[in-house]
């Protein structure tokens, strides 16, 4: 038997006066609102990020050459998920701009995928990926390192970077690009059960996005060719930002 679904909203039911729907929106709580005035089904009583799609939703801006980026990404044979950050100097305000998922593929086809974006820019990955096979047994972290995508581990304290997600989304601080249709899907549904704990269905998203945060200021960087030009600019001031151990200091 066919199956299909039909998304009404407040506006789809004609008994609905205008006074009667400012008094309802007016009892629901703000994080609710979206779900029971637009039909979204987002924000239960479980929502992990209870914040209204509206708030946090930006259009599709070409990205400043002078902003930093970088990306988190979740590795697995069932679905492997890349999300893409940018960050404004200026406000301290970032922004996902892009993601990437797709499962059942070689290291090789994602970092293929991930290098379409900007192969300069650097990336945090799922620790596991030190001791976890995708398929045929080797370590995903080597891989995708032998594949030139220029990774680090990322920090997977999950409920402390839930916590610093939730702060930047409610403080404005994150922003979300349109665009990005696979994110926006994850989010309505990322929740947690009646025990408290992460519902881990459909999260690899929202498990990059949290890698890529955690992670930020060991990953984020600008174009190379602006961070070039600053170099023989300003050669003694910029002497050492990326030094350090392992591939940060070898640029």
Known sequence: MSRFLIQLDWDDAPHLSEEVKKELMASIPEYQRDARSKGIPQLGSGAIYPIPQADIEIADFEIPEHWERWYGMDVGWNATAVVWFARNPDTDERYITSVYKMGKEK????????????????????????????????????????????????????ESGIYKVWQLLANGQLKVFKSCVAWWDEFRIYRRDEKGKVVKDKDHLMDAMRYGLMTEHEVSDVPISRRRKEKEEYPVQLAGKHTGNGWMGRV
């Not at 620790?127 to 390192?145: E, F, K, V």
């Open 107 to 158: 290291p090789v086809v994602h970092a293929s995928a991930v290098k379409a974006r900007g192969a300069w820019i650097r990336g945090a990955i799922d620790p596991a990926s030190r001791g976890r096979s995708q398929a045929d047994g080797n370590q995903l972290l080597q891989s995708y390192q032998e594949e030139g995508l220029k990774l680090v581990c990322a920090d997977n304290a999950v």
